[in-house]
């Protein structure tokens, strides 16, 4: 049997755009002599789709929609995801359609993900089926990791899949279905989706492994591809990408979920604050791989503590990139806010009163730009200091989307590296050599209150992506005095991270969404 895997950038709620890229992609399919295609789950909704799947109207639409595809499956047998109301509630379903009818719905079993949780129930499960006289089981989503001794009549396991991307998760995705496909003896394929929603960004990498184990078949990563698998023809065995891709894989998600974020919602041109450092270097240069240099501007404001070089480094940054900048100091609004503040603060010593005025003053300027000319504010943050609360609430906290913040500092060094091996070294040696410092005060350095970040990075990864206990960190051979600083620190910051902009989700374990604490609580103490 040879089947199509169409492997779409799906819009949340765009059901005639879908639905549209659906009926393009059966066409496509039937031009290559396919038998069956497949297609992602939710396909017709996009996903996550969230309170939409709680909406009757938008349920039935979606079933409308399908029927419109069903008529266009004239000799060709499809598999298409959606959301189907029943009476238990609304299930995550594929829908087999042959000879213009959809025969059955196979619904989704075990709901794992939270962004599901609350707006989908669980359904029966995996199915056999027959499709053009072979013997399949379809399998939506995370049933796939559940499923085990098939009948032995079938012959094809049909997966349709909306997974999310991940550092590392490829890799064990295809780790746990080349186990599958060996151990029950069967074909497996498997249809993803690609692109971003939101703070979700679907890699692709959709494929087919033979019954020996083998992969067979690995679609494009991020990118739109439509393949297909003949399960009697030979095939050569090809390679998962390994551990030294992973960099070059997080680029390419952090820009496809940046452009998709910006084009899904109508946005077309990108504001960033350039300070000379590595986030906001790096930010820049995602933004202009994503929207084009004409759509990015940058503003550089610079304060009585910024140093001469960062704002070359700034300009640097902005001339190789070819986006157009401003410099302009906040020298005299600094002054002219603390001066009229003095009469309620008291005219005190330095503190962090007086640095949190600097950036919060960026950011009304940043805005500003925004408001008056269009060009939507990109948030510069990593995940590092969001973890520990070195960032100030309504100043480098604020922005309409952050590409970078599930990202930890030692990363961006590593992202940043990536992109000068490929886009001619827009970010200059001394911007990577500088030691890490927000130009708050005099001579400030991130290194007064903390170890190097690597250091922190290893015992942050720990704590938020393994789970670990302080305990296991400090037997691990980390400073006890550290790892309890580190800790308080993470805990004491929640509020931070419960006010910040939709963060790209890059890792296994982003802030709001795998990790979650309560606003309100002493753990701890």
């Not at 598999?79 to 238990?88: F, S, W």
């Not at 998600?253 to 041109?269: E, H, I, Q, S």
């Not at 620190?489 to 931070?496: D, L, Q, S, W």
């Amino acid at each position: 049997m040879k089947i199509a895997i169409a492997q779409l950038n799906y819009t949340v709620g765009d059901i005639d755009g879908n639905t549209s890229k659906i009926i393009d992609s059966i066409t496509r399919a039937k031009g290559l002599g396919a038998d069956l295609v497949l297609f992602a789950e939710q396909a017709v909704s996009g996903t996550p789709a969230f309170d939409l799947l709680r909406k009757t109207t938008f349920l039935e639409l979606c079933e409308d929609a399908l029927v419109q595809i069903a008529s266009c499956c004239d000799d060709i047998a499809a598999i298409v995801g959606l959301p189907i109301l029943t009476a238990e509630g609304t299930i995550s379903a594929a829908a087999l359609i042959q000879d213009r009818k959809v025969l059955r719905y196979v619904g989704k079993k075990y709901i794992t993900a939270r962004r599901e949780m609350g707006f989908v129930v669980p359904s029966k499960g995996y199915e056999y089926v027959t499709i053009k006289g072979h013997k399949c089981a379809i399998v939506v989503g995370d049933d796939l990791r559940r499923i085990h001794d098939c009948d032995s009549s079938v012959e094809t396991i049909l997966s349709i899949n909306a997974r999310r991307y991940g550092r590392g998760t490829m890799t064990r995705r295809y780790e746990m279905m080349r186990d599958l496909a060996f151990v029950e003896g069967k074909n497996l394929v498997m249809a993803n989706q690609v692109g971003g929603n939101t703070e979700i960004v679907y890699d692709g990498t959709s494929g087919a492994i033979n019954r020996r184990g083998e992969l067979c078949l690995m679609m494009k990563s991020f990118e739109e591809d439509l393949a297909v698998f003949d399960t009697e023809a030979p095939a050569a065995p090809v390679a998962v990408p390994s551990s030294g891709d992973r960099t070059r894989l997080v680029y390419e998600a952090a820009v496809c979920g940046l452009r998709d974020f910006y084009l899904k919602n109508g946005y077309t041109k990108a504001a960033v604050g350039l300070s000379g450092g590595i986030d906001s270097a790096v930010t820049a240069c995602l933004a202009v791989a994503a929207l084009g240099r004409t759509n990015v501007r940058a503003l550089l404001m610079p304060s009585h503590f910024s140093s001469d070089h960062s704002v070359e480094d700034a300009k640097v940054v902005a001339e190789a990139l070819g986006i157009e900048y401003n410099v302009i100091p906040i020298n005299e609004i600094y002054t002219s806010v603390v001066d009229t503040l003095k009469p309620v603060t008291g005219g005190t010593e330095f503190d962090s009163t007086e640095e949190n005025i600097q950036t919060r003053i960026r950011t009304v300027l940043l805005m500003a730009l925004q408001n008056k000319t269009g060009y939507v504010l990109l948030n510069s943050s990593n995940k590092s200091e969001n973890a520990l609360g070195l960032c100030t609430l309504y100043g480098d906290t604020a922005g309409a989307f952050s590409p970078t913040g599930d990202l930890y500092k030692s990363e961006m060094y590593d992202l940043a590296r990536y992109i000068n091996r490929t886009l001619g070294d827009p970010i200059p040696e001394s911007v990577l050599r500088k030691e890490p410092s927000s130009e708050l005060r005099p001579d400030q350095k991130d290194s007064d209150i903390l170890p190097p970040y690597e250091v922190v990075d290893a015992i942050l990864y720990r704590m938020i992506e393994e789970g670990q206990h302080r305990e296991e960190i400090v037997n691990a051979g980390f400073d006890s005095e550290v790892v309890e600083k580190i800790h308080s620190m993470i805990m004491r910051n929640e509020k931070k991270r419960y006010q910040f902009p939709p963060v790209l989700r890059l890792s296994t374990c982003a802030f709001g969404h795998e990790w979650l604490m309560p606003l309100v609580n002493r753990y701890g103490d």
